[in-house]
């Protein structure tokens, strides 16, 4: 081999060498912000009710609880997930499922999760979870993940975290917010993925289908660094601001089955237009489905609508539901017989309350009963439910001829 030969085969081997070591140290460069590792879970009402004492044997230290989703919706399990969690001594997160769509929604969500975890305990930063962005220009999805981010902080004096995935952290959220620490989402790898913009990650969801004792079916699982918690765990404050809906001017409305936008729009006097206007959610409005939940204006300071007749019901029983009386129901829907009304029977509702108002009655609870299909009756939450009834210690155990306290509020 001539000296040429030898300096060219020298030369590109120290260019192949360099290049494996570039490679190799930037594949390197995103990893945890602290040796100290933590594992975790985060849960909703999708895992159901949960065994924290055996989550807790297993070895878990964090859970992160979803909490609120857009600015109407709190997650029925959240309170009893907190409550249960707290007791068994584990490291409680929460975090906000964000649906915004301006800089205005941005800042009623942080209202709104600010409110929604006030009295509280809180171990981690709270986590914006944005991952949902429909048509939203890069730009817009960064102003409201600052404004939501900021607010929050601004209202609970406490730091937040960003939860997202690699492809968003390397191609949606902007440089300006590596200011918060990121919790990343990357399955099935040794290691999450370099982003090109944080350079170390608090969290890492590393499976959306664990299985660990005391939960049923999967679990999503974590990893966190120490730098997840807050420097303190204060009771978290109350913002003083008012929860922007629902309010004087609008309320929620739960999709019902068979209900179309057309259909609620001339029910409650309004406009489909009007309607996708306040919820710009609405991809198609041909499109809705039962249990999804709309802003609605407050056109109307009593409101018709159609109740159907559930197993059991009774016409007084329903008259006393909805604030009227079984006269009035009578003589709006004809009926000959008071006494006699039956499944899956349309009842015209005339009610003096407002929609968006709530009216604790009693209920005495019946053979086949559950909480969801209470919650679903008088268009209420489970977590609502538990709330005014701190004696139900399990939501899935209830029992026929118990009387509890049922916030009943008018859609």
Not at 347 to 370: A, E, R, V
Request: one cysteine or more; aromatic letters at 12%.
């Amino acid at each position: 081999m001539n000296h040429n030969n030898f300096n060219k085969f020298f030369f590109s081997f120290i260019l192949i060498f360099c290049s494996i070591l570039f490679i190799h140290s930037f594949s390197l460069a995103f990893g945890p912000s602290s040796d100290t590792i933590f594992e975790g879970i985060d849960i909703s009402s999708y895992q159901g009710l949960i065994d924290f004492s055996a989550v807790k044997n297993y070895g878990i230290d964090v859970v992160y609880i979803k909490t609120t989703e857009g600015n109407n919706y709190i997650d029925p399990y959240f309170e009893i997930n907190y409550k249960n969690a707290k007791a068994n001594g584990l490291k409680i997160g929460f975090y906000h499922y964000l649906t915004a769509r301006n800089i205005s929604q941005a800042k009623e969500q942080a209202i709104y999760f600010a409110n929604s975890i006030k009295g509280k305990t809180a171990d981690c930063r709270l986590a914006m979870d944005f991952e949902s962005f429909g048509n939203l220009p890069v730009k817009t999805i960064n102003e409201i993940s600052t404004t939501f981010l900021e607010t929050v902080e601004s209202l609970t004096n406490s730091k937040v975290v960003i939860y997202t995935d690699v492809s968003n952290a390397r191609t949606v959220f902007d440089a300006s917010l590596t200011k918060y620490p990121i919790w990343i989402a990357d399955y099935d790898v040794e290691r999450p993925n370099p982003n090109g913009k944080w350079d170390s990650w608090v969290g890492w969801q590393f499976s959306n289908k664990g299985t660990i004792p005391g939960i049923s079916g999967f679990v999503d699982l974590d990893k966190f660094t120490d730098g997840i918690f807050l420097e303190s765990t204060p009771v978290l404050p109350d913002p003083n601001t008012p929860a922007p809906f629902p309010n004087n001017n609008t309320f929620v409305y739960t999709v019902k089955p068979g209900d179309t936008l057309s259909e609620i729009a001339s029910r409650f006097n309004i406009t489909v237009s009007e309607i996708v206007h306040l919820n710009p959610s609405i991809q198609n409005p041909n499109l809705i489905y039962p249990g999804q939940q709309f802003t609605l204006p407050n056109n109307n300071s009593s409101i018709s609508f159609v109740y159907i007749v559930k197993p059991g019901d009774t016409l007084s029983e329903i008259a006393v539901q909805f604030n009227t009386s079984v006269s009035s129901l009578v003589m709006i829907n004809n009926l000959s017989n008071p006494n006699l009304i039956f499944p899956g029977q349309r009842i015209l509702i005339n009610s003096s309350n407002n929609p968006g108002q709530c009216i604790n009655i009693s209920y005495k609870i019946k053979f086949g009963d559950t909480l969801s299909s209470i919650s679903n009756r008088f268009n209420t939450t489970i977590s609502q439910i538990l709330r005014l009834n701190p004696f139900i210690s399990n939501p899935n155990l209830i029992f026929s001829g118990t009387t509890i306290t049922v916030p009943n509020c008018i859609n």
